[in-house]
């Protein structure tokens, strides 16, 4: 069985014709040049296809017409298969706040879906919960009854409900007893995320005094920047922030700050791409329901009957490139805010390196995703 490929690949400026191999999940061999001519003999020749690492997606609420909240096993083993093929082959699954029992019942379907076997597919490592504890005032397009007052026993009983899957949280570090709940994400192995919140620069530092905190994403239901009050903004382009988000649909927020960001230098290395998909998300549907709402697309997002955004329809390394494709940021850039800096929060993958997983992606011109890789193993195309 050849466990390797023969191609040109992603060195982390450009692209060299090169090799790699793997084993038991991970990279084992990474070299440019020639291989050896034994060595050739296992490796998958794509002649001078052009490869880069899978893309990571730190917030995705659902794909496929399935929502990551109440689908069941068979079905979230649908929406991980159709949304491997898009080039993402990481990612946080996204709650909406649900009550405790909600919570609990997922994690079970969760659990089912990791027990199967079979075609490569998505790897989810754990949730990006958006709530329970926000601002009300903030709240968006999230349901207001799951909203919770924040403590340190209420973030207990959050982390035990969602049973090890619980990964990273949105909340609101100025609303009062956010901070308590902070602590006990950090104790749990749970990064807090500012997000739907009113929270200012200072608020933030306090946040981030004790361990990492991240932006669950920049310019969206946080507080502008601005001069008077730098908020989360300010404090993420003055380096305080670990990991700063951004939804990169130029809707949600305007490419040229997006380009803006991604030339910060202070950010060069904490900025990453989520696409906040929604559970329609890579279907053609024109009026859809999602998280308990009645949606219409617009282009690549989607919005309520009042006109507010509601979250995006297009996967994100289609909306990466397509920032690429209309000149807002290079290949590198692309590549570093979709892979390579959320690859390194989920610690084992986004970059074509030893030791990492062989998740990869064929890049099509520079300008679309073709063939897809997740563990060293080719997806099925959609």
Sequence with gaps: MKNGIRASLWNGKAFAPGWMTWSQGTIGQLKFGAPPRKQAANLHDLGTSEVIPGFVDT??????????????AAALDRMSRALAA????????GMYPLSLGDYRAAAKRWKQWRSKRGTARTRFIGWHSEGPFIARGMRGALPAKAILKPSAEAAKELVNACDGWLKICTFAPEVKGALDACE????????PSVGHSDAGYLDCQAAAATGELAITHMGNRIQPLSAREPGPIGYAMAGGIHWAAV???????APEAVRLWARTPALRKRLMACSDNLSHAGLPA???????????????????????LAGTLDSLPELLLRMLRDGYLTLQQVIRLGCEVPGAL??????????LRPDFVV???QKRIGAVWIGGRRVASS
Aim: glycine share 18%; hydrophobic share 35%; charged share 20%.
């Design 86 to 93: 898009t080039g993402v082959t990481t990612a946080y699954a």
């Design 247 to 253: 939804i990169p649909d130029m809707v949600h927020v």
């Design 363 to 365: 890049l099509e011109n």
């Design 59 to 72: 917030l995705l609420h659902g794909f496929a017409g399935v929502d990551c909240g109440d689908g069941s």
């Design 184 to 191: 006990v994400f950090r104790k749990h192995g749970v990064m």
């Design 346 to 355: 989920a610690g084992d993958c986004g970059r074509l390196e030893v030791g």
């Design 286 to 308: 024109d009026s859809f329901t999602s998280g308990g709402q009645r949606l219409q697309r617009s282009g690549a997002v989607a919005i309520d009957k009042q006109g507010s």
